[in-house]
């Protein structure tokens, strides 16, 4: 049995390098299908709406637990071959797409109905009262929510040490089946992710105050 000591340390901080890899991968892909989501849910059809509407229900309503299950044990039933790394792409795309299109819509709407209606008698169509009117508008408002919500991409990551991805939390395991040492081992998890979360979470909060006062001028 070994002692946790300065290497088992450096192990577990060099995983949170794969834990910033996985978080961008799904923020980056939750962001293009997200924004995809969001604009379907505030469309015009009444087809696109629902379709949107089912996507999230089904991504908001199940755990994302069970949703990389799903894709790491159900793609080689469908004769894919999967790793852990396309697996927990793959969940973790489709659980922020949902959460960021929910976020980004109600961003949408918040848009006052004068901009829309003004839009309208440009005769603007869809496509270029979204471009050039409205979501230069939701962008501003997206920013604080939007950070905030990647703090949670972040944690949902450790969900993927489950199915083997070598991310901070599986690092951990690795670890204290070594040293059997688990205080000190997910103290030292804890605290990584806290130094990787903590800046975040303050941006958030100083870009919501940033705007409520902008908001109260």
């Known amino acids: 049995m070994r002692t946790f000591g300065f290497p088992e340390f450096l192990f577990i901080l060099e995983a949170a390098k794969w834990t910033l890899a996985l978080s961008a991968i799904a923020f980056v892909g939750g962001a293009i299908l997200g924004l995809i989501i969001a604009l379907m849910r505030t469309s015009e059809s009444a087809w696109a709406r629902g379709v949107s509407t ?28 999967i790793n852990p790394w396309v697996a927990a792409g793959v969940a973790l795309i489709l659980n922020s797409a949902a959460f960021l299109g929910e976020i980004w819509r109600g961003c949408i709407e918040a848009i006052p109905r004068g901009q829309w209606e003004a839009a309208e008698a440009l005769s603007l169509k869809y496509s270029a009262r979204m471009r050039d009117v409205v979501l230069p508008q939701a962008l501003k408002i997206a920013l604080a929510p939007t950070v905030g919500y990647v703090v949670q991409i972040i944690k949902g990551t450790s969900l993927a040490a489950i199915i083997g991805f070598v991310e901070v939390t599986r690092a951990g395991q690795i670890v204290n089946n070594a040293t059997f040492q688990p205080l000190v081992v997910f103290s030292v998890v804890a605290a990584i992710y806290f130094a990787i979360c903590w800046p975040l979470s303050l941006l958030a909060a100083r870009m919501e105050r940033k705007r409520a006062r902008a908001l109260a001028r």
Request: charged letters at 5%; zero cysteines.
């Open 54 to 81: 089912t996507f999230i229900q089904i991504f908001q309503g199940t755990p994302l637990l069970l949703q990389l299950f799903l894709v790491f044990f159900g793609a080689p039933v469908l004769g894919l071959d």
